[in-house]
Every structure is written in structure tokens, then in C-alpha cells.
């Protein structure tokens, strides 16, 4: 079975600080892991996928397969970075839907 | 640009009423994709479906049917709405493996409350 947890609900921190949000996951085989954001009143949609190993907005994560963790980071947080994130994993190469973590809500603090 | 659309942003229903929410996409996706979306429970997949007329069942489909007639369409139907499904329901899609630019694309999502 595939799960992915975000062991916090609620992230706050200053603007200008650093953010990591905590994504592991258990999956026996080869995962695909993608970070979605959703901004007050807008749409779910992708930030990252892993396979792309892009940077968007100024985040990045790193697939740790050892840790079996997909951490989302940025070195800088702003205020605009508010929103609630999710993480998601799919068996890679499959056409199977994607699993979703529970959510962490990130609050930048001016 | 993708889009998905969903027929409403808010419903009120009343308990026992049957209820149908309306999908539609206009990228010629295969996948379509039906969630819940509740506060500290994050994103539950209710139903997908690969292909018309072909339907899966995903982690809470209890109290819930779908339909696909066609490609572009997917609607979620509550056949006697109770108010612990008063949620907010959230439709995507997707190409089915796009190897390294999968995506699923999301609507706007419709806030459902049952009274």
C-alpha cells in the first residue's frame, strides 16, 4: 500500500526565514513524488514533480529514497508563499491516481 | 492552458435529496478523477475512471456512484445526500503516464453543504 504522511498541520514562520515542509512516504517500489499548492481561493495545482528535479518559485525538494522523504524547502520564505501544501506520490510508470498526504498549512508571518 | 470545470462553486442540498456534480475537461483526457477535500483529512479519492464508461472505486466510494458517458464528462452522483458528505469535491484529470510531465489538473471545486 502506498501511503505519503505530513506530520504538520500547521507550519508558521517569518518572512525571510527558511521553510521545510515534511513529506515521507512508504511505497515498496519506485514512487513518483510531486508537491501540489493550493492559494486562498485558487485551484490545486502542481509546484513540483521530483522526476524534473526543477526549481519553482524557489522551492525544491530531493527525493531521499533512504529516508523515503520528499521535503519541500525554500531558503527565504515571503508572504505570497501562504497556502496550503500537499504531497503526493503514484508508482512510477503507472496509470494509477495519485495518493495524497493530509496537508500542511504554511503561514508566513510579516 | 488545461481546463476543468465543475457546474457549481456552492450547493445546498437538503438530507435524502439526490445530488449530481458535473465535470467537464477539454484536454482529451483518458483519466478523470473525483476527491473530497476535508480539513485535516486532506485529498480522498473517491472514484476514478480510465476510459468511458469504465469506472474504479477509490478509498471512500460508500454512498456514492459515478457516471462517464463521455470522454469529457464525469459526474459524481449522491444518491440520498447525508450531511457527513457535506465537503468540499474536487474533479481532475490527466493524461494516462506521461512519464516525466505527469500531471493532474484540478477544477475549482464545489463546497457542498448538506442540511
Known amino acids: 500500500a502506498q501511503r505519503v504522511t505530513q506530520p504538520e498541520k500547521l507550519l508558521s514562520v517569518f518572512k525571510g526565514a527558511p521553510v521545510e515542509l515534511k513529506c515521507n512516504y512508504s511505497?515498496?517500489?519506485?514512487?513518483?513524488l510531486f508537491w501540489y499548492v493550493q492559494y486562498s481561493r485558487q485551484r490545486l495545482q502542481l509546484l513540483l514533480r521530483h522526476i524534473s528535479r526543477e526549481s519553482i518559485k524557489g522551492f525544491t525538494a530531493d527525493l531521499n529514497k533512504g529516508e523515503t522523504s520528499f521535503h519541500l524547502k525554500k531558503p527565504f520564505a515571503q508572504e505570497e508563499d501562504s497556502a496550503m501544501y500537499y504531497c503526493?506520490?503514484?508508482?512510477?510508470?503507472?496509470?494509477?491516481?495519485?495518493?495524497f498526504g493530509k496537508g500542511t498549512r504554511l503561514s508566513v508571518i510579516a | 492552458d488545461v481546463k476543468v470545470t465543475q457546474s457549481s462553486r456552492y450547493l445546498v442540498k437538503r438530507t435524502g435529496e439526490k445530488v449530481f456534480l458535473e465535470c467537464v475537461q477539454d484536454m482529451d483526457h483518458e483519466n478523470m478523477f473525483w476527491y473530497r477535500q476535508d480539513p485535516g483529512l486532506g485529498l480522498r479519492l473517491i472514484y476514478f475512471s480510465y476510459d468511458v464508461k469504465m469506472k474504479e472505486k477509490g478509498d471512500i466510494p460508500e454512498g456514492y456512484s459515478v457516471s462517464r458517458e463521455k470522454k469529457e464528462r464525469f459526474s459524481l452522483i449522491l444518491e440520498s445526500a447525508s450531511t457527513n458528505q457535506t465537503s468540499m469535491y474536487l474533479c481532475?484529470?490527466?493524461?494516462?503516464?506521461?512519464?516525466?510531465?505527469?500531471?493532474?489538473?484540478f477544477g475549482p471545486g464545489t463546497r457542498l453543504t448538506v442540511t
Open positions: 503526493a506520490l503514484r508508482p512510477f510508470g503507472g496509470n494509477t491516481p495519485l495518493v
Open positions: 511505497y515498496s517500489g519506485s514512487p513518483e
Open positions: 481532475a484529470s490527466s493524461f494516462p503516464d506521461a512519464a516525466s510531465s505527469y500531471e493532474q489538473y
